[in-house]
Structure formats: structure tokens, C-alpha cells
T-cell receptor, first 113, second 115 residues
């Protein structure tokens, strides 16, 4: 079975400063890993996806994530936060059946002006 | 990526009634999924809906409470039956990517409040 742990339930940053959202996973397989973002009153949007092609994955809106197998981590970063980055972020891992997604509990990001 | 719409976007319902949520996709997809997101929580898969077959429900979810239809490759409905306040949640549908079948795209969600 697979599982995801998002280490921070809430992250607060100032506009223009870096953002780091931490995610650890466990899986018996070679999983695919994702980050999704959910803006207030919106659905989920795919930010980026890791599928073993490269350990550093670039996504939309300046986000990137690094896969570290030895640490079973998939942390999400952005060099400079923007007010529009305020949202809920979910780290997600696939299981043995590709379509079975396991979601982390989510990290709420607030951005201070 | 697929464009997904849901109707209604939100609703307020009385306990004991039922609500049917529609999910429409702009392209043909094999698998569609229904999720529930309870207030302040993450997403939980309710069921998987393939066209032409019965939906497959996850542990804790039953067909009598959440009947699902999948009449064609672009449309599905989820009904929340005999509602109680505990059913107040966001219900989201998703579809898998045509090529990368481990990747899902989500609709905007239906925000349900049961009084």
C-alpha cells in the first residue's frame, strides 16, 4: 500500500520569498508522484508530475519539485511567492493500480503582502 | 488536458432528499472517478465509473447511498441519496489522461450543504 505525509499543514510566506512544501511518501512500487493545487472555491489543478524520467520536475507557475528516492521525499518549491499562490496544495502518489491516487492531507499556503 | 464541467456548482439541500451531480467531459474517456472532500479534509475516492459497466465502489461507500450512472464516454452522474448533514462536502469528478493513465484531471467540484 502507498501513503503520503505532508509535513506542514500550513505555510505562511511573504510575497517574493521562497516557498517550500514538504512531502514524504511510502510505496511498495515505483510510484508516480504529483502535486495539485486547489484555489479557494475551485477544483484541483495539476502543478507537476514525476514519473522517473528526471528527479527535478518543473511545473506550471514557476513551481518545481525534486524527487529523492533515498529520502522518499518529493518537496515542492518556488523561488519567489506571489499573492496568487495562496491556495491548498496536495501531494499525491499512485498505487499499484495507476488510477488509485492517495492524497496527502494538504498544505495551506498563505502569502503576506 | 480534458475540460471538465460539473452541475450544479453548489447546492443547499434538506436532509432526507437526494441530489444528482452531473459531470461532463469535452472528450471521450474510458475511466471517470468520483471523489468526496469533506470540510477541511483531503480527497477520498468514492467510486470508479467505466462506461458500460457497474461502478466500482471503495470501502465505506455503497451503491444505495451513492448510485452512479455512466451512459456514455463523456458523461457521468453521482447521486447522493437520503442526505444527512454529514454528507456536506465537495464532490469532484475526475478523468484519466488518454496517454498517461496515471494522471487525472479534476472538475471544479460541487459544493453541497445539507441542512
Amino acid at each position: 500500500a502507498q501513503s503520503v505525509t505532508q509535513l506542514d499543514s500550513h505555510v505562511s510566506v511573504s510575497e517574493g520569498t521562497p516557498v517550500l512544501l514538504r512531502c514524504n511518501y511510502s510505496s511498495s512500487y515505483s510510484p508516480s508522484l504529483f502535486w495539485y493545487v486547489q484555489h479557494p472555491n475551485k477544483g484541483l489543478q495539476l502543478l507537476l508530475k514525476y514519473t522517473s524520467a528526471a528527479t527535478l520536475v518543473k511545473g506550471i507557475n514557476g513551481f518545481e519539485a525534486e524527487f529523492k528516492k533515498s529520502e522518499t521525499s518529493f518537496h515542492l518549491t518556488k523561488p519567489s511567492a506571489h499573492m496568487s499562490d495562496a491556495a491548498e496544495y496536495f501531494c499525491v502518489v499512485t498505487g499499484s493500480n495507476d488510477y488509485k491516487l492517495s492524497f496527502g492531507a494538504g498544505t495551506t499556503v498563505t502569502v503576506r503582502a | 488536458s480534458a475540460v471538465i464541467s460539473q452541475k450544479p456548482s453548489r447546492d443547499i439541500c434538506q436532509r432526507g432528499t437526494s441530489l444528482t451531480i452531473q459531470c461532463q467531459v469535452d472528450s471521450q474517456v474510458t475511466m471517470m472517478f468520483w471523489y468526496r472532500q469533506q470540510p477541511g479534509q483531503s480527497l477520498t475516492l468514492i467510486a470508479t465509473a467505466n462506461q458500460g459497466s457497474e461502478a466500482t465502489y471503495e470501502s465505506g461507500f455503497v451503491i444505495d447511498k451513492f448510485p452512479i450512472s455512466r451512459p456514455n464516454l463523456t458523461f457521468s452522474t453521482l447521486t447522493v441519496s437520503n442526505m444527512s448533514p454529514e454528507d456536506s462536502s465537495i464532490y469532484l469528478c475526475s478523468v484519466e489522461d488518454h496517454v498517461m493513465t496515471d494522471t487525472q484531471y479534476f472538475g471544479p467540484g460541487t459544493r453541497l450543504t445539507v441542512l
